[in-house]
């Protein structure tokens, strides 16, 4: 199964004003997620199906790409990839999209959980695992056994040209 990790782009700062779950892209933000669309675009990458944090952030990172990514379906929110939300918990709703036959599953949603998610596929540590906001990092995953995966590659927004 082809697992491709988007996390949200750019918001606003956290604090006392504003709840985590309610922080909104800002225009920065906006400017990745159409840059990574158009390198999608560029690239044949299309996801086959999408799901999304119920986060603002990633919900509005989830919108402007379907938005701007012609054949790419809706999003599907999903309350397990919400913030703080376990690696075993994503993995085993993983193992379950893998068990119905999906062979190309997007996720948007949060640092630090995907870090430690991919970590955990790859046998290493999360520290050596760095996600950066509007990245897309791909992965071969198998969930025959015990989840592992192959990484294929991690792309930077900001390389996205």
């Given amino acids: 199964m082809l697992i491709t990790f988007l996390r949200h782009a750019t918001a606003e700062d956290g604090g006392v004003s504003i709840p985590d779950a309610d922080r ?3 225009d920065k933000g906006e400017k990745q997620v159409k840059r990574l669309a158009a390198f999608c675009l560029a690239n044949g990458l299309v996801p086959r199906s999408i799901y999304c944090s119920p986060l603002l952030r990633a919900q509005q990172t989830a919108r ?8 790419s379906p809706a999003p599907q929110t999903v309350d397990w990839l919400g913030i703080d939300t376990t690696a075993s918990t994503i993995l085993r709703e993983l193992a379950k999209l893998a068990e119905q036959g999906l062979d190309d599953v997007w996720l948007v949603g949060h640092e630090p959980d995907f870090s430690v998610t991919i ?9 050596n695992i760095v996600i950066k906001k509007a990245s897309l990092t791909r992965l071969d995953a198998d969930f025959s056994d015990q989840a592992s995966a192959k990484l294929l590659w991690s792309v930077p927004c900001s390389l996205m040209r």
């Fill in 119 to 127: 970590s955990g596929m790859l046998g290493t540590v999360p520290d």
């Fill in 24 to 26: 909104a892209l800002i």
């Fill in 64 to 71: 402007i790409l379907n938005q701007h990514l012609p054949d």
